[in-house]
């Protein structure tokens, strides 16, 4: 290769930060793991995961899972960044 010459992947990825669209694509990354982090049981009963400012918002249909979930935030925010291998949000808001 010479000094021109790049990998797609290379050539993607640069798109993707002029463009400002990877720091969205780890986001929807992030959602898309929701269900393989917390299981499908849980994911079963939350709806409308998005992310705003660093911020993951859920909604849960149970206020005793509600509580449940707001226990372990720290952990599933800690396995879902793992999961996207970048820190993509600092907080959980659970509604």
């Given at each position: 290769m010479t000094n021109h010459d790049h990998s797609l992947k290379e050539v993607i990825e640069e798109l993707l930060k002029v463009y400002r669209l990877d720091s969205k694509l780890e986001e929807v990354n992030l959602v898309n793991s929701w269900e393989k982090v917390v299981g499908k049981m849980i994911a079963n009963h939350t709806e409308n995961i998005k992310v705003v400012?660093?911020?993951?918002?859920v909604?849960?249909?149970?206020?005793a899972l509600r509580h449940e979930l707001h226990m372990e935030r720290s952990k599933i925010l800690k396995k879902l960044n793992k999961k996207v291998g970048k820190k993509v949000i600092d907080e959980i808001i659970l509604r």
């Open positions: 400012n660093r911020v993951l918002y909604k849960v249909d149970s206020s």
